[in-house]
């Protein structure tokens, strides 16, 4: 089966749409598993017809056990390429638009609480370059609550040393300024004046280096993140968008509007930080236990 256009669409998201390179590899390979469904059916995927579509998710449900979430996904994915084929004209009709998945199971971001992060940061030595510069993705993670693929992007010159903020460049090559506080100020002094200068084997503007001397990459940052806790006593998985998470939360757990948080996440919609107000149960139980006249006697 010809895929001709699978690749003019991922050079769209990479270079138009400015989707990460993790994004564009999860979007391929939803992609290829229904170019390959598609070819054990004999089925040409620019002649889809709307009883196929409800065949497939049929199949990714029965036959794959996929979750309502994992289906999902997979079809927002499809969405995105007939979208983008309808749009140039390489199809007649997209009947993806009248397809509903399966209703999504709610589920909670998962954070780590304030006393877990702190074992984190200090479970990692210093006094080498790497360590200096592991400690400098927790915090930069942390204290700004950008994502990984904004993270691996930074440029020593996005970084206004003097007004403790970072020019990050976000979804769709939208700019926004994040700031960072005391802790991580420190450590990026250290990295900058120190472990930088070891690892910066090819003279290169980005900040985090591999030991190469070569930009890190997401890939890269999710592994060290792996590796890192194992040095603790926590029992918890770690990914870059939990820290994400963690730095919303505790952001809202302290009595910061919805509005900010949203703007420090850097999401267009309220919608989509409205996730983490159903995570704030304790601290709305504090304040109306201290607050409400007959909460107690």
Same mark, same amino acid.
């Given at each position: 089966?010809? #895929?001709k256009y699978l690749d003019e669409y991922l050079d769209y998201l990479k270079y138009q749409k400015a989707y990460s390179s993790y994004t564009i590899e999860n979007y391929k390979n939803d992609i290829l598993e229904y170019f390959e469904y598609l070819e054990k059916e004999n089925i040409n995927y620019l *002649?889809? #017809?709307y009883s196929d579509t409800r065949f497939y998710l049929m199949y990714l449900k029965d036959t794959c056990k996929n979750t309502n979430n994992s289906i999902d996904r997979k079809l927002s994915s499809l969405r995105g390429f007939y979208k983008y084929l309808s749009k140039n004209n390489y199809i007649d009709n997209n009947v993806f638009l009248l397809i509903n998945g399966p209703k999504k199971a709610k589920k909670l971001p998962r954070y780590f609480e304030y006393n877990e992060l702190e074992e984190l940061? *200090? !479970?990692i030595d210093i006094s080498t370059a790497k360590g200096q510069r592991d400690l400098l993705i927790l915090e930069v @993670?942390?204290? /700004?609550?950008?994502r990984v693929g904004e993270l691996v992007n930074i440029k020593v010159k996005d970084i206004n040393i003097s007004n403790r903020t970072i020019l990050i460049l976000g979804k769709g *090559? #939208?700019?926004r300024i994040v700031s960072y506080g005391d802790y991580c100020e420190e450590i990026l002094k250290k990295y900058l004046k120190s472990g930088r200068v070891q690892l910066n084997k090819n003279n290169s503007d980005y900040l985090l280096l591999n030991h190469l001397g070569e930009k890190l990459t997401e890939r890269g940052i999710r592994y060290l993140l792996n590796e890192l806790i #194992?040095? +603790? !006593?926590l029992t918890k998985s770690i990914s870059p968008h939990m820290i994400r998470h963690s730095?919303? /939360? %505790? @952001? @809202?757990n302290e009595g910061c509007d919805l509005i900010t948080v949203q703007k420090l996440l850097g999401h267009e919609s309220i919608s989509a930080t409205q996730v983490y107000t %159903?995570? +704030?149960t304790d601290r709305l139980k504090e304040v109306y236990y201290n607050n409400f006249p007959r909460a107690k006697k």
């Open positions: 089966m010809t #895929k *002649n889809i #017809k940061f *200090n !479970s @993670l942390y204290a /700004t609550g950008i *090559n #939208k700019e #194992k040095n +603790t !006593s730095f919303a /939360t %505790h @952001l @809202l %159903h995570v +704030t």
